[in-house]
């Protein structure tokens, strides 16, 4: 096997040369770099990363910690992560926290033990133990698609393990999320102007910034259509399917039920279509449904599904390239993005039949990508 001095005889440069070359600690001419990569070439070199990241104090990893893999929508995210990291020259450890508060803590530290280069983390619903561990050792950090209060990320706890000295102020974590409450709206308005006045909500678990922001988002639609909230039509299905089969059923139950439904995830529009079949009910015909996430198979659904889209996979990618940027420049402001979805019309709503393949797609908002300041 050729080592880095072999590399060096070959290209008539120092062993520091070399090593300047493949770690980029030190500016070399470039007809001195083509020498060593191609050396490197012929010889059929293959550098020592556990040696390289003693070097540079890097080991060119990611940790990313998300929950539900098994989930499509997540399934994507990580094609889009891992694609661009591979781009970047970065490996990727996969950690699942199973939205659990104390297991997600446990799983940031064993990714820092590994000494992963910064993480990318979709939070849970209580993920004061996980901001408290990331922000004490100042891990270079993205949180995706679920976002983080600004609160949160500020505040100091009272002591113990997980304390922060007061007045720290060290950026270290950025955001990368879709846009949630202007589509659900979007759904809603939909429906509302197919002639629905009661509309339920199927939302997800409580406390992710993505349940609250379609919630929002589902109220702000009421608002717009001039319908009134009926509190009884606000249902939550723990963003599981078993969740959602049983709160469908549970408004199917009401004495007034609603005739319309927006599911607020993929694995809950699973389970509310079980229960309304269970039921005998038809989808548009009985009841109209709309969903938050499409998914490959939602064109392949009689009725196809109406849907929002969510770039997904440039999710992943978005926060590869946010979270290298915080790498390169550890002290510049912290940032969040977010990234529009589209709404994808097809005929679970109640619209007339279109040829399979011509569902009409239309962004939700005018820019596909939208750039905040500091969030903490």
Known sequence: ???????ARRA??????????????RPVLPHTRQAVLDAIDTLGYTP???????????????????????NPYFTEILQGVEAAALDAGYSLLIADPHDDPGHERKVAQLLHERRVDGMIVAPSARPHALVGYLRRHTVPTVFLDRMIDTQVLGAVPAGGEEGTA??????????????????????????????????????GL???????????????????????????????GDSESAGAERVTAALLALPDPPTALVTANNAMTIGALRTLR????SVPDDIALCC??????????SPRLTAIAQP?????????????DRLGEPGRPTRTLRLSCAFVHRTSCGCPEEPVGAGRTEHTDPSTLSEKGTVS
Do not use: K
Request: charged residues 15%; glycine residues 10%; proline residues 3%.
């Open 1 to 7: 096997m050729a080592t880095m001095a072999d590399v």
């Open 12 to 25: 008539g440069v120092s062993v520091a040369t070399v090593s300047h070359v493949l770690n980029d600690t």
């Open 48 to 70: 020592n990363t556990l040696a390289r990241s003693l070097v540079t104090s890097r080991t060119r990893s990611i940790g990313l910690a998300v929950s539900a893999i098994s």
């Open 166 to 203: 007061p007045g720290q102020d060290v950026p270290w974590c950025d955001q990368v999320c879709a846009d949630g409450a202007g589509p659900t709206a979007r759904l809603v308005t939909h429906l509302a102007g197919m002639g629905h006045r009661r509309i339920g909500m199927v939302a």
């Open 206 to 236: 409580p406390g992710l910034s993505t349940t609250e922001e379609r919630v929002a988002g589902y109220l702000d639609g009421l608002t717009a259509a001039g319908l009134a909230h009926d509190e009884q039509l606000l249902v939550s």
């Open 278 to 281: 269970r039921h005998g009910l």
């Open 292 to 301: 938050f996430d499409d998914f490959a198979w939602a064109d392949l659904f």
């Open 312 to 324: 997904s996979r440039e999710l992943g990618a978005q926060a590869v390239r946010v979270l290298l």
